[in-house]
């Protein structure tokens, strides 16, 4: 699958037309990475999205005795760094490849003009990062109210 066709196959373009996605890929950066290889790390200060090409990362958050959470694992056609992306704070969590990876990256003034002329795209970031929140909210409400058995069925 071409970028243009990975890029229209995103929930946040697919009301782009194919030649708009085109253009957009055209403004990216592609980027290739090994697997076990830190793309972002948490506390970096970066203002871009990442669609993924290829491959497959794991979104990981850890305490200062190194412990590792697994937030969220993502593979070809999902995208990551919209927070960063938007409100330009530093990034919340550090992304790292399972296996080698490609990656889009699309830097901020892109995106911003996208979502500027394209109010069914803004409109997908939106549900996106809701969807993203209410799974944070679940992960929440498992730590919070549920016993160690209950956290384990769930999960």
């Known amino acids: 699958m071409n ?21 957009l890929c055209d403004r990216a950066i592609r980027k290739r990475i090994p697997k076990n290889a830190i793309l972002i790390n948490q506390g970096d200060s970066t203002n871009s999205l ?3 090409v290829s491959g497959k990362v794991k979104t990981i958050i850890e305490d200062e005795n190194g412990k590792e959470i697994i937030l969220s694992i993502s593979g070809v056609g999902e995208y990551f760094g919209e927070m960063a992306m938007i409100d330009e704070e530093p ?5 790292m490849t399972k296996e080698p990876t490609e990656v889009l990256i699309f830097t901020r003034p892109v995106i911003r003009q996208v979502l500027t002329d394209h109010l069914d795209t803004a409109f997908s970031l939106l549900q ?28």
């Open 3 to 23: 970028e243009s066709n990975i890029l229209k196959s995103v929930p946040l373009f697919s009301c782009l037309t194919a030649e708009e996605c085109s253009t």
């Open 50 to 52: 990442y669609i993924i």
């Open 91 to 95: 990034r919340s969590a550090t992304i």
């Open 128 to 155: 996106g990062l809701t969807r993203r929140l209410r799974d944070a909210n679940k992960q929440i409400e498992s730590l919070a109210f549920m016993d160690v058995y209950g956290r384990v069925s769930r999960l």
